[in-house]
């Protein structure tokens, strides 16, 4: 089946700075690679997603690159503001509509 | 507000006993799925649906049971808990192939 490595597990930056989580994936199949945002106590939230076809989306302080080749993803969450702590995960798609999620990374930002 | 509601919000159960994990969704998405979330493991498939009537295993689908007799509910049951399934709980939702998940804020079960 598909195998998605998150790198790093936790991240701790100082609100302003800039913040990168790096994904990679096995299947060359995948298609489809959306960011989840976890808070304390409550489910994951979509916070952007980009298709295969595409190579960098961007919404407001927070982007994804897609390189297919290498086949790695990356969330990049600029300008990092304390609400912004919470646990992200990526994820990409295999056969049918199955999501393959990774182990999370935990970030902080530090006031 | 649409989304999807999970039931119970958490759980003691005795190793042994039956439980039913309940989902409900009212956006009319044919896909559901049950997650498990544990510490260092991120989100793991149990079960799936890929339409009312229909489904399917997913990574982890050993000691689990789901139905989807119509489109709003994806009930998930462990017929006879164990230890190793104290884990947070997921039900999610999407509206096809290349739509993103819709999850619900999980069931906290704790098996003793």
């Known amino acids: 089946g598909e195998n998605v490595e998150q790198h790093p597990s936790t991240l701790s930056v100082q609100e302003g700075d800039s913040a990168v989580i790096k994904c990679t994936y096995s299947d060359s199949a995948s298609n489809y690679f959306p960011w989840y945002k976890q808070e304390l106590g409550k489910g994951p939230q979509l916070i952007i997603d980009?298709?295969?076809?595409?190579g960098e989306k961007k919404d407001q302080r927070i982007a994804v690159t897609l390189n297919k080749t290498a086949k790695h993803f990356s969330l990049h969450i600029t300008e990092t503001q304390p609400e912004d702590s919470a646990v992200y995960f990526c994820?990409?798609?295999?056969?049918?509509?199955?999501?393959?999620f990774g182990t999370g990374t935990s970030l902080t930002v530090i006031p | 507000i649409a989304g999807i509601t999970q039931a119970p919000t958490s759980q003691i159960l005795a190793a042994g006993r039956r439980m039913t994990l309940r989902c409900t969704q009212d956006?009319?998405?044919?896909?559901m799925y049950w997650y498990r979330q544990d510490l260092g493991l991120g989100l793991r498939l149990i079960h799936y649906s890929n339409t009312a009537g229909t489904t399917g295993k997913g990574e982890v689908p050993d000691g689990y049971s789901v139905s989807r007799a119509n489109t709003d509910d994806f009930p998930l049951t462990l017929a006879s808990a164990v230890p190793s399934q104290t884990s947070v709980y997921f039900c999610?939702?999407?509206?096809?192939?290349?739509?993103?998940?819709?999850f619900g804020n999980g069931t906290r079960l704790t098996v003793t």
């Open positions: 999610a939702s999407s509206d096809g192939k290349g739509s993103p998940l819709h």
């Open positions: 994820a990409a798609t295999f056969t049918g509509n199955q999501f393959y």
């Open positions: 980009i298709r295969s076809n595409v």
């Open positions: 956006m009319r998405h044919n896909a």
